[in-house]
């Protein structure tokens, strides 16, 4: 089973030199993989995170051996051809090193700040990522695909995005919330949603000392936490994304001992 570890999103404005810090320390702790949120903008708290490709291009090059990926990117937030070249990119920029997290996005406050069409979500994703795939997998005259396949991750829970994108992605990711950050809970969801013929990926919420950076909206590990993480793998998970609160180069590095010393 793969651990990876996600870096701070919103919870607070976060310096370039502490992200690298932050990545670096993951590395070295053992962590297989550091992840980016894709988002523009939140209204609560209010504020704008820096841009996730940009900041996952400058990661690659300032690691050597953990996988980067987006958690998860939206496919919205750019044109199809323009985001699969992107992602071509960032698989030459990190050796391989790159994991194509996609989703259909959520948060309206964003979509509506930057001018973009909330409606339709679903559809416009099913448009998008038939084009993503296609030039990931095959290519054209504007892109050449990569030498090893990227990897396609599919963030979402909902039955008509399984149907569009799951029999063509090879990981399958749910966010702690969705299944209340138990493992009892995670495999009665990936059962429920018949997760069978991909690797499955479960994010999971950990809480150091109280401090609660992130709105909590499932009970946190705040224990035992190698054991937990165990017991996900138990209940079917390849991967384990931790999503640890206060998130710091500190606090990944006790991550690390915990799940790692």
């Not at 109280?210 to 017991?231: N, Q």
Request: with cysteine; glycine share 8%; charged share 25%.
């Amino acid at each position: 089973m793969r651990i990876g570890v996600q870096l701070p999103e919103v919870e607070r404005i976060v310096p370039w030199p502490e992200y690298v810090a932050m990545a670096r320390a993951a590395e070295e702790a053992g962590f297989a993989s550091v992840w980016v949120g894709d988002h523009l903008l939140y209204a609560d708290p209010p504020r704008g995170p820096w841009e996730c490709w940009t900041t996952m291009a400058a990661l690659a090059a300032s690691t050597e051996r953990v996988t980067i990926g987006p958690l998860v990117a939206c496919l919205a937030f750019h044109p199809p051809a323009v985001l699969a070249k992107m992602a071509a990119t960032m698989a030459e920029l990190s050796d391989g090193r790159f994991v194509l997290g996609v989703g259909a996005g959520w948060n309206e406050v964003e979509f509506r700040a930057f001018g973009l069409p909330y409606d339709r979500r679903v559809e416009r994703f099913a448009d998008a990522f038939d084009t993503v795939h296609r030039l990931l997998r095959t290519g054209d005259d504007t892109i050449q695909p990569p030498p090893r396949p990227v990897p396609l991750m599919l963030g979402s829970n909902g039955p008509r995005m399984l149907r569009i994108a799951l029999p063509r992605v090879d990981i399958w990711n749910t966010w702690y919330s969705s299944y209340g950050n138990t493992a009892e809970g995670f495999e009665r969801l990936h059962t429920s949603l018949g997760i069978t013929d991909v690797e499955r990926s479960a994010c999971a919420l950990v809480v150091y000392d109280g401090i609660e950076e992130r709105r909590v909206d499932a009970p946190p590990i705040t224990s035992s936490v190698r054991t937990r993480v165990d017991e996900l793998g138990d209940a079917g998970a390849d991967e384990v994304i931790v999503v640890v609160s206060p998130c710091t180069e500190r606090s990944i590095r006790r991550l690390g001992e915990d799940l790692f010393g």
